[in-house]
């Protein structure tokens, strides 16, 4: 066999790998949607998205006429949706004449920004299934795509490239453990090709995408930077916060978990700190939880709910039982805890109280974050794995001021640095 046939062959064992996995792929995405069907009738959550998605082709075929100019934007959830922002809001003000369908694969994306200003058109994206990637390309024709991080679909990316549409991803952050870079993962990589460009948060990230040959790749860095920036720029006065904390020094601990709240309950019942205050920002604001939560402190606590009946001043812990001020609330802290890394539920964002120069502690489950490994390295933020260490560093904090201040200032300097993603990938888009 010469050298020709056996490039012929190769590729007609590729050929068969491709339509063999395509298959598989299909009829297990078919049998996803099934079995989300039937889950939906006894989980809220996925009811909400099961409800929306077949809402989804009556809605666009409402808001968008085959003769409109159009872009697309999809995220994965609400995170996702934020670190694209900075680049969706330039996008809107530049096709001022366009109609842009926004679309989210989570209900926790969709319920919370389902009215955002920046969309004419916000959805749940449909399944991956061919009829539905076809029909919603159909209805859509987007001049542009603009994907965020993953949530990578092959036939809604196999559609796009069929039909010659323009494609992007921005902030991706890929990992050796993911997929796209197993031996089995060749429908993933070729989905990668129906980008045009990708632009990466890190170099590592850039290099993997070499590993599997593909070349159009930027480190553009992670747009969040971008977006945690503009909040420096807005009035994050909160004046019940102000009443609340006086002169005290302010201890924030923002989307907590049980195992997060299980460390400060312990330090503020066991250490009983003074000349100090602690807001409490919990993931998981159901009212069981919140009465959990304020029944194990040992000091007067009280709750946000609370605060036009009591004297904020006279009480030494604010829980805060409702959601969308901890963006601000982190600008009066002195120190941070974000919550989500003690468990497995995953790191919340460790940006938000960054940028505010606040020197930040976290739980040891971060190796998915690359952001958080980079502010340790930078000596802004603190990993603790036990209580006896969150108690060391918290008390040093605490106590040796220019320690705290010069920690924080790596935070937000770190940011100032990272910023400037949005201004590269508006550069490739000749914006």
């Known amino acids: 066999m010469n050298a020709i046939h056996r490039i012929v062959v190769k590729k007609c064992i590729l050929a ?24 939906a009738l006894f989980n809220a959550k996925i009811k909400l998205g099961v409800a929306g998605r077949q809402q989804t082709f009556k809605i666009i075929k409402q808001h968008i006429k085959p003769t409109d100019q159009t872009l697309w934007f999809h995220c994965a959830s609400l995170g996702e949706y934020e670190q694209g922002l900075p680049v969706f809001e330039k996008l809107r003000a530049h096709y001022k004449k366009y109609k842009i369908v926004l679309s989210f694969f989570s209900p926790s994306g969709f319920e919370i920004r389902k009215n955002s200003p920046i969309a004419d058109v916000v959805v749940y994206l449909p399944i991956d299934t061919q009829k539905n990637a076809i029909q919603f390309l159909k209805l859509v024709n987007p001049e542009l795509s603009v994907f965020v991080k993953y949530d990578i679909w092959p036939n809604y990316l196999k559609f796009l490239k069929a039909n010659k549409l323009k494609a992007i991803l921005i902030s991706a952050a890929f990992r050796p453990q993911q997929i796209y870079f197993k031996s089995y993962g060749h ?21 993997l ?3 599997i040959g593909y070349k159009n790749a930027t480190v553009s860095g992670d747009t969040r930077f ?14 019940f916060i102000e009443t609340f904390k006086q002169d005290y020094l302010c201890v924030v601990v923002g989307s907590s978990w049980p195992e997060d709240d299980a460390l400060f309950i ?3 019942n066991n250490e009983t700190p003074t000349e100090v205050k602690f807001i409490v920002a919990p993931h998981n604001i159901k009212p069981n939880q919140i009465k959990d939560l304020t029944s194990k402190l040992n000091t007067k606590t009280v709750l946000y709910s609370e605060k036009d009946q009591k004297q904020l001043k006279d009480y030494n812990v604010l829980i805060v ?3 969308g001020l901890l963006s601000k609330i982190y600008s009066y802290a002195d120190i941070a805890y974000v919550g989500g890394a003690m468990g497995t539920t995953g790191l919340h964002n460790t940006l938000e109280p960054a940028v505010f120069g606040v020197p930040i502690i976290i739980g040891p489950n971060h190796k998915k974050f690359p952001e958080a490994q ?4 930078n000596g802004g933020m603190f990993s603790v794995t036990n209580q006896k260490q969150f108690n060391d560093i918290l008390k040093k904090l605490l106590e040796n001021g220019d320690f705290r201040h010069n920690t924080g200032s790596k935070n937000s300097e770190f940011v100032k640095k990272q910023s400037g993603a949005v201004i590269q990938i508006l550069d490739y888009l000749r914006i």
Do not use: P, W
Request: glycine letters at 2%; zero cysteines; a positive charge.
């Open 374 to 377: 980079a502010f340790i390295n």
């Open 187 to 207: 429908l993933f990589r070729k989905s990668l090709y129906a980008f045009d460009h990708i632009f990466t948060q890190n170099e590592s990230s850039k290099a």
């Open 226 to 239: 971008d977006r945690v920036s503009n909040q420096l720029k807005t009035n994050n006065t909160l004046d």
């Open 266 to 268: 312990d330090f503020i």
């Open 16 to 39: 068969v790998k491709m339509m063999t996995l395509q298959f598989i792929y299909n009829i297990g995405i078919s049998f996803t949607g099934f079995i989300l069907k039937i889950v």
């Open 321 to 323: 039982d409702t959601i």
């Open 209 to 211: 995408l070499a590993t």
